[in-house]
């Protein structure tokens, strides 16, 4: 168990710190966390509390926000406008596609309603091979969800293998 896990959440930045071997106290960790930000970073970052986006409120005229709301708008396509894109595009029906998938219809329908679905990867990689993809349309789905097949990953290599292989599970 590390010391300092850092957790990613939606609305903000969450640091979970757990006990030290040495028995250090929570107030003391964060005191420690924050001087020690301060030296790598030679500015004090708010990670604390607050959304993503006020530490970048809060360095001022060194962060160009247009160029940060330009990036944000070449968003591409979500993993829910993809799914349903490449579903639309096989000719087959939802329940066809989600039952192929071994998906439940309930995490369908919440795909379906919600443009920001954030799928696990092994859901994404169900519906590659429930929808009979080929790789490239296997990788962008798995990039819509911000995912990518990995050879270090086992269970990467049998899916990419069912790909190739055309093999329905």
Known sequence: MS??????????????IRMGKNG??????????????????????????GTILEPIQRFG?????????????????????????????SGRTDADVYNAAHIDRRVFSKIRSSK????????????????QLNMDDAKQLLGSAGYAFSNGSR?????????EHKIMI
């Open 3 to 16: 010391l300092l896990p850092v957790i990613m959440a939606t609305k903000g930045l969450i640091i979970d």
């Open 155 to 163: 269970q990467d290599l049998i899916v990419q293998f069912f790909i």
């Open 61 to 89: 005229p060194d962060i160009n926000m247009k160029s940060l709301e330009a990036l944000l708008k070449r968003r591409g396509e979500s993993f829910s406008e993809c799914l349903l894109r490449m579903i639309d595009k």
């Open 116 to 131: 920001d679905y954030q799928p696990k990867k092994e859901t994404a990689m169900a519906f590659c091979i429930g929808l």
């Open 24 to 49: 250090m106290k929570k107030e003391i960790l964060y005191k420690n966390l924050e001087q020690y930000l301060g030296r790598q970073y030679k500015r004090r970052i708010p990670m604390l509390s």
